[in-house]
């Protein structure tokens, strides 16, 4: 859905309704991988340079038709030759691109001709397709000659496909909107402390500006975020809300506000939907995504209106519910979700799907012009899940064991990367060692070896195995990052002995790649228990100058929580084993003055087993369970399930695992805490050098590598004690640096520290 230009108007992307007019026939993605957003780009300034002084790029186009308003920007047109282009980038062989794709596109610059020779008075106009091959950089050019006439008679059939729907959508936004401007909150009142969080996203939402709130739990963040981005989005004729968590229990939190938020409304047409990740929502992942393998795929664009409409009239659409209205229709309920995208009111997904470089809804937001707000639940985590999505790595052994099963037709690229990977390797004269750069000959030979496999793919769809299409999307992905290297990144490789080495482009700064992002949104909320300090977040993230913070008081009080500091015992690596009897008999004294479930944190599997052996031995009568590696997904449930109403003994976790945030164990359920740690990141040469890289950009790079991210692990650790205002409970922070002035204030104010 777009946003209306006026009461009386719908506006539509060329794009968008070529889209939902002109597609048809199966779901074919063996035409791919298309060429990265940079790689598009690139051709289509290659192409435009090519071109002589005349040619006009990016021309900005509109028309009418009833109560629709279309607009685009078509790609170039040469006054000369009276000849729009639509350039379109790809790879492979061209002669393999399904019809139907042909066909979309034809359709989009018919469209697009129709609006310039409107615009410019002309009574017949050279329609072009321009593909260009990135590999060869060859044009291969398609053109036709149409009547003003004719292309008028095409764009009003289009149009008149899509007015119905359109026509539907403007009654259900101003159905929604209006039921918006009224709507009440979903409880008798507000939580303490929700208010001031409500407030200021609205504020935030009515400003067009971006706002970091640290609130703490138990205020009810989640309805405290979506209620007032609702309330404020008719105003700012908000196309659409996305909420973006980093776990799946964030996920059901929203949807479960925003079925609660409906329930208080019933008249209120809300449409939510939940992005669920290709590989969980496959119906068969053993098949290809084209019509001759996957029943899913055959017949999709046929089929899809259908069930679009079905899924538009189910309003609500979690994962089983998406699940249920493709099968009802055998269409795939991954490329169904997507489709779904553009028809939703609110969003629900990972932060992927708005931050990551290839974001579907940032690039569904650019394109079609939506004006959004976006929450991001849990944000403390933004930093390191955003570094990840902009890094890039590659092993060697990989590469190695490849090269003995790739196809003939690959060998040669794939001894090339081999070849120059080792000639890396000799100028090495240690295990770690940073560049500078990333060496020109060896990304070459990576692009060279990529554009060979992808050449292979078109022409064996069938034949990639698991291991080469691996090492295929993580090349492309390191030649991608590769593009975009720049001072936010580091280039690094880390020798493993037989194994070879691991290249690695590590990402520190995301704030390049997310300025844009934010930009992009009409309001960006970003909210945690732990944001504490504002400045590290915004700076890392790149947030805009005029970001709003806020510090939510917290509705629980200092006689709910006893926080003893334990400055007396040190938990620094060289004086762990000195440490391992005190923090013993410190967990036996509190267990025996109040007994009760507790969690106790460590900063390593290693420390934690052998506190835990030890503390078995002097103290066989208190119950103990550890967490384990790698838990799996029932053995995380399994330890949690031991703590109960009734339930008494101690549970051993490492700090920033599954156990350390996220998890809600309210009343008799966790009565007490220990951290035995700071948290603070391991010293090794990775983060030393990351270390420097934030004092050249920042100024302080210890705090900002080691201190913050440590601290705001205890701090969510120690959050797990109190969850309710009727909560009561005592954390014990073990360690001499815990009296330190700078780490003091890196503690919630509410605490009141013995």
């Not at 259908?306 to 249920?324: C, N, P, V, Y």
């Not at 955003?386 to 001894?415: N, V």
């Not at 992009?520 to 005029?546: E, K």
Request: aromatic share 10%; with cysteine.
């Amino acid at each position: 859905m777009n946003a209306a230009a006026s009461s009386s108007s719908y506006v539509v992307a060329v794009r968008t309704l070529c889209e939902f007019t002109a597609k048809q026939g199966d779901l074919d993605l063996r035409f791919t991988p298309s060429p990265t957003a940079q790689e598009g780009i690139t051709g289509h300034a290659v192409v435009a340079s090519r071109r002589n002084a005349s040619y006009e790029s990016e021309v900005s186009l509109s028309g009418s038709f009833g109560h629709l308003l279309v607009r685009g920007r078509a790609d170039g047109y040469d006054p000369g030759l009276n000849r729009l282009e639509e350039v379109k980038t790809f790879r492979g062989d061209l002669g393999r691109m399904p019809e139907n794709h042909r066909h979309l596109h034809w359709a989009q610059v018919r469209i697009y001709g129709h609006l310039l020779c409107q615009s410019r008075q002309l009574d017949e106009l050279q329609l072009a397709l321009v593909y260009y091959d990135i590999g060869s950089q060859k044009e291969t050019l398609l053109t036709e000659h149409l009547t003003a006439g004719l292309l008028k008679q095409f764009f009003e059939d289009h149009c008149a496909r899509f007015l119905a729907w359109a026509e539907q959508e403007m009654a259900h936004r101003a159905m929604r909107d209006a039921q918006l401007l009224t709507l009440p909150f979903p409880h008798a009142d507000f939580r303490p402390g929700q208010r001031v969080m409500a407030e200021a996203v609205y504020k935030s939402a009515t400003s067009g500006r971006c706002l970091l709130a640290q609130a703490p739990t138990g205020i009810g963040k989640t309805i405290g975020s979506l209620f007032p981005m609702l309330k404020a989005s008719p105003g700012q004729g908000m196309d659409k809300i996305f909420f973006l968590a980093a776990k799946t229990s964030g996920r059901a939190l929203a949807l479960d506000a925003v079925t609660r938020i409906k329930q208080s409304a019933p008249l209120l047409p809300l449409r939510v939907l939940e992005l669920v990740a290709r590989d969980k929502a496959c119906e068969h992942p053993d098949k290809a995504c084209h019509g001759e393998s996957c029943p899913l795929a055959q017949g999709f664009y046929d089929r899809l209106p259908q069930a679009r409409k079905a899924a538009i009239e189910a309003g609500g659409l979690d994962r089983e519910s998406l699940r249920q209205v493709a099968a009802s229709h055998q269409i795939c309920p991954y490329y169904l979700s997507q489709e779904m995208a553009s028809w939703s009111d609110v969003i629900v997904g990972d932060y992927n799907y708005y931050f990551d470089v290839s974001a579907m809804l940032y690039g569904m937001t650019s394109a079609s012009q939506w004006r959004v707000g976006v929450l991001v639940d849990e944000a403390h985590n933004m930093i390191d899940r955003a570094r990840k999505m902009y890094s890039a790595e590659m092993t060697y052994i990989h590469l190695k064991s490849l090269r003995k099963t790739a196809p003939p037709a690959l060998k040669r690229g794939l001894d090339r990367v081999s070849r120059q990977w080792n000639a890396l390797g000799k100028e090495q004269d240690c295990d770690y060692q940073h560049y500078p750069e990333i060496p020109e000959a060896f990304v070459g030979a990576l692009l060279k070896a990529v554009a060979d496999i992808t050449d292979y793919m078109v022409d064996h769809p069938a034949a990639m195995d698991s291991h080469l299409q691996q090492f295929y999307f993580d090349a492309l992905h390191f030649t991608r990052m590769a593009e975009l290297f720049g001072s936010h990144s580091l280039f690094d490789i880390t020798r493993q002995g037989a194994h070879g080495s691991t290249l690695c482009i590590r990402n520190i700064v995301p704030a390049p790649f997310l300025e844009q992002r934010f930009a992009a949104a009409r309001s960006t909320v970003l909210f945690s228990a732990t944001l504490n300090p504002w400045h590290f977040y915004s700076d890392t993230l790149g947030m805009p100058a005029d970001t709003v913070w806020i510090d939510v008081p917290s509705p629980f009080t200092a006689d709910q929580l006893k926080v003893q500091l334990v400055t007396g015992i040190s938990t620094r690596f060289q004086h762990r084993e000195r440490s391992l009897a005190p923090i013993a008999d410190l967990i036996a004294l509190q267990y025996r003055q109040r007994a009760g479930n507790y969690l106790m944190f460590f900063s390593s599997y290693d420390y934690l087993q052998k506190v835990a052996t030890l503390f078995a031995e002097r103290y066989p009568e208190i119950p103990l369970w550890l967490q384990a590696r790698s838990m799996n997904e029932q053995e995380r449930e399994d330890f949690l399930a031991r703590f109960t109403d009734t339930s008494q003994g101690v549970g051993f976790a490492v700090l920033g695992g599954s156990f350390a945030e996220g998890i809600d164990l309210p009343g008799a359920r966790l009565i007490g805490a220990f951290i035995a740690t700071l948290g603070l990141p391991q010293i090794n040469p990775v983060n030393e050098q990351i270390m420097r890289r934030m004092g050249e950009i920042f100024g302080n790079g210890y705090d900002y590598t080691y201190l913050y991210p440590g601290m705001q692990k205890v701090v969510q650790a120690a959050g797990r004690v109190i969850r309710t205002q009727q909560d009561r409970g005592v954390v014990y922070l073990i360690d001499d640096r815990f009296a330190r002035p700078e780490i003091k204030q890196l503690l919630p104010a509410w605490w009141q520290l013995a």
